[in-house]
Nanobody, 117 residues
């Protein structure tokens, strides 16, 4: 079965850094576009960053220059390096995978990131 398991969340002070990981299994990871989304209570789940199977990246304007998405295909893992964190970055962060045909999409369970003094 398909699994996406996020880790690395936690409590960090404003200006600090965290590195999120998403371990994938059950599908051909290297062929899938991978993304990070985030969601706060009462709001929509928003796209944060995407990395395609070819390695191209895209970022939400709110995180551009601060966050970096990367992938390690041999280890079926995607990362989100988050620097210069702000309280507005507080959210549950979710890993997402989309098949090349865009027919299939999978989600992880989420990991909490809290930015606070």
């Amino acid at each position: 079965q398909v699994q996406l398991v996020e880790s690395g969340g936690g409590l960090v002070q404003p200006g600090g850094s965290l590195r999120l990981s998403c371990a994938a299994s059950g599908f051909t990871f290297s062929s899938y576009a991978m993304s990070w989304y985030r969601q706060v209570p009462g709001k929509e789940r928003d796209l944060v960053a995407t990395i395609t199977a070819g390695g191209s990246t895209n970022y939400a304007d709110s995180v551009k220059g601060r966050f970096t998405i990367s992938r390690n295909n041999p280890k079926n893992t995607v990362f989100l390096q988050m620097n210069s964190l702000k309280p507005e970055d507080t959210a549950v962060y979710y890993c997402n995978a989309v098949s090349p045909s865009r027919v299939y999409a999978y989600w992880g369970q989420g990991t909490q990131v809290t930015v606070s003094s």
